[in-house]
């Protein structure tokens, strides 16, 4: 779903084609973890006190998956916090009219942020009416009211990922928008024995719902917290056990609300907490290695893309990490469109994409079998990514001829160690670059040349690289 990368539009609108644009978007996210906290903070005072709720801000802010993953660039943040603002509404004292109005919304936000919200609706829905199920002796919300309840705020929450949809098909783009969001994510289970996980979750969820439910603190307070752990273990529950691909940030929702669950038990000896802590920075620093800079690869590539390719040239990358150029192939490759190529499900034609779009430049290797046995035939390492060309054997320079196979129309050029090489391409001299289709040619060098390179003339804009 768009609203994410429409709200992270403006940053790459008005940048330059510049790497640093990377930090620009991290620092972007810092809000969005600010709030998540904050939103943490809120929910465990409605559950317990101030100091509880202080700690558990501190310890989920520290959580070594939850600080390395929200701070990230991605949709989940926002999606994150959607789902902390859907829970800390409906446990605060706001009217029962306005909790339902802003719980719609926000769920109706983290819809237009991502279709995963599924989960989301039905974690919430289940923890409502089982809530009032619990706790019906203690004079809660009629089952029959808790399901109208869930009903209206599920159709507000409609509201918005129906507008989207809309708003797609007015601009002649339904098809393309129906495949992204639902057909795309269609998949069968890749691993259906993670049902199994049903089997020690269920009674342990069971068990802990009950204590909670005839615990002897406060009605109000014993709904709110049965609540939130219902939501919180339901949406594990679905996630482990139903969902049929878990990626690490799909688990991002459910950290701040255990946390939230478990600090008033660490509180209860002020050296576990400091153990806690203590533990999480120490996990973070080893996970994260602070020491070394992991980013400059990346700034590196971007780089190296930018200064070689122009604003109209293709890059092939997984996901489009090369940022300011368009991709050859419409499939990302993400977890889903790999499992769906290793399925048979989708047709690997990458290659094909690079042959019609004359794409010079693939970013990384890591691409499906077919495409990366075309990869390692008609490109060539240079520096952090890979160019279209091919590496020759030593040439005599005595008039015998080297031939070669180009996969990838386009300029090339006849490099070596000591820079370009005077040599005839299919008896032509090859001057400035010399455009070649797909095919075979032979190659005739003028003088003795080790390690020659027959390369898309393009690399040579990046100065930093040697064959």
């Not at 499992?339 to 690997?348: E, I, V």
Request: with cysteine; net charge positive; glycine share 6%.
């Amino acid at each position: 779903m768009p609203v994410f990368h429409l709200l992270s539009a403006p940053l790459f609108l008005f940048a330059d084609d510049d790497a640093r644009l990377l930090f620009v978007a991290r620092m972007a996210m810092l809000p969005l973890f600010a709030a998540a906290i904050f939103l943490v903070w809120r929910i465990a005072g409605a559950l317990f006190d101030e100091r509880v709720a202080g700690w558990s801000a501190v310890l989920v802010a520290l959580c070594p998956p939850f600080f390395l993953g929200s701070l990230e660039y991605r949709a989940d943040d926002l999606w994150l916090v959607c789902w902390l603002g859907v829970i800390a509404v409906l446990i605060s004292d706001l009217p029962r009219t306005d909790k339902d109005l802003a719980a719609g919304m926000l769920l109706g936000l983290a819809f237009g942020v991502s279709m995963k919200s599924v989960l989301f609706a039905c974690a919430l829905a289940g923890a409502a009416i089982l809530t009032s199920v619990l706790t019906a002796y203690r004079g809660a919300v009629p089952i029959g009211q808790a399901a109208k309840r869930v009903a209206r705020i599920v159709g507000i929450a409609l509201i918005l990922p129906l507008g989207i949809g809309a708003a797609f098909a007015l601009a002649g783009a339904w098809k393309p928008f129906f495949y992204g969001v639902f057909d795309h994510n269609l998949i069968r289970f890749e691993h259906a024995w993670r049902v199994l996980w049903f089997i020690p979750l269920y009674p342990l969820i069971r068990i802990t719902a009950l204590a909670i439910a005839r615990s002897t603190a406060d009605a109000l307070i014993v709904r709110r917290r049965l609540f939130v752990f219902l939501a919180c273990a339901g949406y594990l529950l679905l996630l482990v056990a139903f969902w049929p691909m878990a990626s690490d940030e799909s688990y991002l929702p459910f950290y701040p609300l255990a946390v939230v669950l478990i600090t008033p038990f660490l509180l209860r000896r002020p050296v576990a907490v400091t153990i806690a802590c203590a533990a999480a920075i120490g996990a973070i620093v080893i996970i994260a290695r602070p020491w070394k800079d992991e980013a400059r690869q990346e700034i590196d590539t971007v780089m190296e893309v930018v200064s070689m390719t122009a604003a109209n040239e293709p890059v092939m990358d997984l996901k489009g990490e090369s940022i300011f150029r368009a991709r050859p192939s419409y499939l990302v490759l993400e977890a889903i469109t790999n499992a769906k190529l290793r399925m048979g499900s989708l047709r690997d034609s990458i290659a094909d994409s690079l042959v019609r779009s004359a794409t010079h430049v693939v970013v990384d290797d890591n691409l499906p079998p077919r495409t990366r046995r075309f990869v390692d035939r008609y490109y060539v390492p240079w520096g952090s990514v890979y160019v279209a060309g091919v590496r020759l054997p030593q040439l005599r320079g005595d008039g015998s001829a080297a031939s070669f196979t180009i996969g990838v129309p386009g300029p090339y050029v006849v490099i070596s160690e000591r820079g370009r090489v005077r040599a005839m391409i299919d008896g032509v001299l090859v001057r400035k670059a010399m455009y070649l289709k797909p095919g075979r040619h032979t190659l005739v060098a003028m003088r003795r040349t080790s390690r020659p390179l027959v390369i898309w003339s393009g690399a040579l804009k990046w100065p930093f690289v040697r064959p």
